[in-house]
């Protein structure tokens, strides 16, 4: 009967720590796969993040690189464009190949992923910055230096324009637009300088947006060498800006700032340069363009 009694309790004992011993690694394995799934999840949000910093790492690269300086201020009346450029700009279309084949070589093989830089619409003349309302600031180095700030076959809408301009040479004449204070549809307030005091514009009056105004400065009358600024009407795009140096003595550069005032739209602007940077590493892909900023 003892004996008995011992047997039953003994395999009661042995079922109580089987299941006791399968609770505990049921639990463990619960555990286990948890950990698991958090640091899977965990590996593919830093490959996110990853990716997204190596990304916006070589776009920072090509916006230095460019050296055009743009800043937009969109208040609830008006939106104020700035643009801060040197003309001719420091780069070449070389430099940004150079960079790009560093991205795609050297810095993808440190990064242990596949590195893709599209900058072949920017090292092709024209770099172009585009903005999500259509307009355009394109820097042409094909021959002159070139600035322009216009809509394509459109109408940028510009209500006030400030031109502050200094050239580091001397001018040896000047050839004003007309102005026309009583008539026109566009503030405008220009300020050039250089090394020709007697050139010098301080002026704040209105330009016909519809017409061709061109306002030059001409440093070298045998070969023709000049600066111009031109407001209006610049073939299909109305209320356009263009800033040309043809000037080709050595050291001789133009800094130019441009603002430009137009009535707010209701939708959110955003603005890049025509190109992208894709980022692939491990099946996790990005690609973004090159964005300067939104407003």
Known sequence: ??????????????????????????????????????????????????????????????????????DVNRGEQFTRFSFRTKIPADINNNELNNYAAFAVGNYASAQNADINVGVSNLTDGISELVFSNGMQYDYNYITDSTVQVYMPNGDTGFVAIDINVYISGSSVGANAWTWQDATGDINVNLYFTDLNASNTVTYSGKLDSSIENTYSWDYNATTGESFYITIGAIGNDTNAIRLINSINAPGVIASADIGATSVSGSAELSWWYDGNVSYSQKGMEISKSIILGKS
Not at 2 to 28: D, N, W
């Open 1 to 70: 009967m003892v004996q008995g009694e011992l047997m039953k309790r003994g395999f009661i004992f042995s079922i109580s720590t089987l299941i006791i011993t399968a609770t505990i690694l049921a639990s463990a394995m619960f555990v286990y796969n948890l950990n698991a799934v958090d640091e899977a999840h965990i590996g593919e949000n830093f490959s996110i993040e990853k990716a997204g910093f190596v990304a916006e790492d070589v776009i920072s690269d090509i916006n230095a690189i460019l050296g055009t300086s743009v």
